[in-house]
């Protein structure tokens, strides 16, 4: 098993070479049969007592990318549920995710902190440079940016929590 990547979600032809167009993957809107065919695999999965955490993943994502604020929020609390349980690998790509998923919901100051998370670790990680740079470009928008520098500390303690994370789950 292999969770999908980043790069396995996000890469769409033509911007391979020129990185990641964020306002693409935060406006991606999931089809409703393809909610439908993850919601049923997961359910199912539900039934039967172990539910993979790839499937989890892909109705967790397509949650995530649903037009409905309540899905999204399911979406969260499985993505959360992952990251627990994850490796460091897969924990940096829930951060992202989670990031998004935050970011859908208005909820920028979450969504930078699961960024900054990502950028403590990860300084130079190309994602989670660009989703940091277009959070703060809507906070600015939306004069919420004062208010995130602020929290800034609390970044920082997220991003030690997560950095805690990675080196307990690279030890085991």
Known sequence: FRHTAISDVI?????????????????DVVDPEDLKKFERKYNKELVEGKITTNTQFEYAWALTRSKYGNDIKKGVGLLEELFQQGDEQTQRDYLYYLSIANFRLKDYEKSLKYCRAILHVEPRNHQALEMEKLIKDKMAKEGLLGMAIVGGAAAVAIGGIAALGFAVSKGK
């Open 11 to 27: 890469t769409y032809p033509g911007n391979e070479s020129i990185g990641v167009n964020m306002e693409e993957i935060i406006n």
